[in-house]
């Protein structure tokens, strides 16, 4: 059976398709760094609750998980809707074929975010509830490991048949040779910001009233987030080598944009390693939040040069209705504002207890 008879006809999109792609990479950014930042954060506890059980820092840290995972999940819900108007044909489908693990990303969640909050309220104080950063942790990779899975699936069309075979919705892409790679990349960039985390916390946390320890713990975020980041190098490279011919030869000259867009990213991995190893941590997060967001842009070229053979964003029929989309601008605009406020708020009761 032909692949692109099994591609369900698109919806039309209210405006162009530019436009809903550029909020899709930026909405997208902040989603994943929220998202890196509550795993790896999650994870740099989890190891800690081992090597040191009555640290401080973990304690301050496990208080500040469940608001940044309650976060994460609010920042995902419009990548996610603007990838179902762009792409909605394809996702649509991968998720109706591994359906059985989609649904259970709801019950994962509540099992991650519940635990979260057994950890903050326990952490130190019983020997067994150290446990529950470890199941929250879990859930969180079983999470990565199913949306790795949807996100590859959607792009490969000319798997979709395996269906007939299994059509219980339990199709999985593990025969994708990019899938575990691409899992890796998040968990690996998880444990780099869950470093960051870590540092930024003791410098704004513990610096008053431990001084010497909170400068050793801030140094070891930081050197949790360059050797994390080096190996990140590493998974991306083979990654880079993995994907399709047709689109790695876009990025390797076939295609200016897409080659200097790759040049860009690499220019800006240098520059994040350099204030890393120079142990400037605003720098690095400041850095570290344009390196991502360029990074999701060559996801989104990613995504488009594997879809394109089959139609992708190209053949998108466009209705004009500006004013839902005026709309959505300034409620996410807003949005932000009385986010960022009540972030602020949080920060001055923390600082008060």
């Known amino acids: 059976m032909q692949a692109a008879a099994l591609i369900p006809a698109p919806d039309a999109i209210p405006v162009a398709a530019g436009w809903l792609e550029a909020l899709l990479i930026l909405t997208f950014a902040l989603h994943i760094l929220l998202v890196n930042a509550v795993l790896g954060g999650s994870l740099v506890c989890s190891v800690r609750s081992i090597v040191n059980r009555k640290s401080i820092l973990i304690k301050k840290m496990a208080k500040v998980l469940p608001s940044i995972f309650a976060l994460a999940v609010n920042f995902g819900v419009a990548p996610l809707l603007f990838i179902q108007m762009l792409y909605g044909q394809y996702l649509y489908t991968s998720s109706i074929l591994m359906a059985v693990y989609w649904l259970s990303v709801v019950f994962l969640a509540i099992i991650a975010y519940y635990a979260l909050y057994i950890f903050a309220g326990r952490y130190g104080t019983h020997a067994k ?19 790795s899975n949807n996100m590859t699936l959607m792009l490969r069309p000319d798997v979709w048949s395996e269906y007939f075979s299994s059509p219980g919705g339990t199709l999985l892409n593990f025969g994708d040779q990019t899938v575990w790679l691409r899992y890796l990349h998040v968990v690996v960039a998880s444990v780099a910001v869950g470093g960051l985390v870590l540092a ?5 946390s513990l610096a008053k009233d431990d001084p010497e320890t909170a400068k050793k713990e801030e140094q070891l975020g930081l050197n949790i987030f360059l050797f994390s980041s080096l190996v990140q190098i590493l998974i991306g490279v083979t990654l880079f080598f993995a994907i399709p011919e ?19 990213a690499l220019t800006f991995v240098a520059m994040l390693l350099f204030q890393a190893a120079s142990r400037n941590l605003y720098g690095t997060i400041i850095t570290l939040v344009f390196t991502v967001l360029i990074m999701s842009g060559i996801r989104a070229l990613l995504r488009k040069a594997m879809l394109d053979p089959f139609g992708g964003i190209a053949a998108l029929p466009v209705q004009a209705e500006y004013s839902p989309f005026i709309m959505f601008i300034v409620s996410l605009a807003l949005g932000l504002v009385a986010i960022a406020y009540m972030i602020k708020l949080a920060m001055r009761s923390n600082k008060e207890a």
């Open 129 to 147: 509830f150290p446990l529950a950063i470890f199941a929250s942790s879990a859930a969180m990779l079983c999470i990565g490991l199913i949306l």
């Open 246 to 264: 047709h689109v790695r030869t876009l990025f390797s000259g076939g295609s200016e944009f897409y080659t200097g867009t790759l040049l860009i």
């Open 200 to 204: 930024l916390i003791a410098r704004h």
